[in-house]
């Protein structure tokens, strides 16, 4: 496993719950880094400034680019940690659920990172992960528009190959621990159901609303969805943003057919 690249996405949660999980997996590495002298680690690309072999942090100005890597690099060890939660629901990692995860962090942060990324999921399977305290952390670092980015990718790993109860259950107490409302949690999970009422569901009404209350609907979920709400994500996940976007338009367009409207 590299550890430049796993260092420089540790650094945001060195001090949280993410940190500490991430941190087990990066003791050897650590130790190689002391035993051969250099006196940083990773690429600087944390919000805590760039760690050092002492333990400290550097202290310096953090340009725009630096905080928009450092928005992707704590986006990131979020999935990987709560993908492994929802993985582990069933009791079994399947290979659709792994090659998921790879496949999702390959667009976004290229092949290597792909490739470790599989050796982080694989190591955090046998550990233990508190969704609550991983969440209260997530909270913190991410804002409401980047937390539901999240949840839909999580939702869209759970389902790759069937969606069992277990693995709802994760998805529900994971969307409590990072404070979704139960609406958007709802949508999130009907964006992907075929139930009478799923079209409903996605815009965040029961099938009784109005003509005009889905009309409404229908422009606040999709202000809230819209992918220019995670663009500091970066130009690749903004761009899989654009699915919860669609989404809701199909929606709406559903529900217009069906109404006449």
Not at 195 to 202: G, L, M, P
Not at 229 to 238: E, I, M, P, R, S
Not at 247 to 259: D, L, N, P, T
């Amino acid at each position: 496993m590299s550890k430049k690249w796993l260092f420089g996405f540790l650094g945001w949660a060195f001090f949280g719950p993410i940190g500490a999980l991430l941190g087990l997996l990066a003791g050897t590495a650590f130790d190689s880094l002391s035993s051969s002298g250099q006196n940083e680690i990773g690429d600087g690309n944390n919000p805590w400034g760039r760690a050092t072999s002492s333990g400290g942090y550097s202290t310096r100005n953090t340009s725009s680019a630096q905080y928009r890597n450092e928005q992707r690099n704590s986006f990131m060890m979020s999935l990987l940690v709560l993908a492994t939660a929802v993985i582990k629901a069933d009791g079994k990692l399947s290979n659709t659920e792994l090659q998921n995860v790879k496949s999702f962090i390959r667009t976004n942060f290229g092949d290597q990172a792909a490739s470790e990324a599989e050796g982080i999921v694989r190591q955090l399977m046998v550990k233990d992960i508190n969704i609550y305290q991983v969440g209260a952390q997530i909270r913190t670092y991410m804002n409401y528009s980047q937390r539901l980015q999240l949840f839909q990718y999580l939702v869209q790993l759970a389902q790759c190959d069937g969606m069992v109860q277990a693995e709802l259950d994760v998805l529900d107490s994971i969307a409590g621990a990072i404070s979704l409302s139960n609406t958007d949690r709802d949508s999130l999970l009907n964006m992907y159901r075929q139930q009478a009422d799923s079209a409903y569901k996605v815009l965040g009404i029961e099938p009784s609303a109005t003509d005009d209350e889905v009309r409404k609907a229908y422009k606040r979920m999709a202000l809230k969805y819209h992918p220019d709400k995670v663009a500091t994500l970066g130009d690749d996940v903004q761009k899989a943003a654009e699915e919860k976007f669609k989404k809701v338009q199909q929606a709406y367009e559903q529900i217009k057919k069906e109404r006449g409207m």
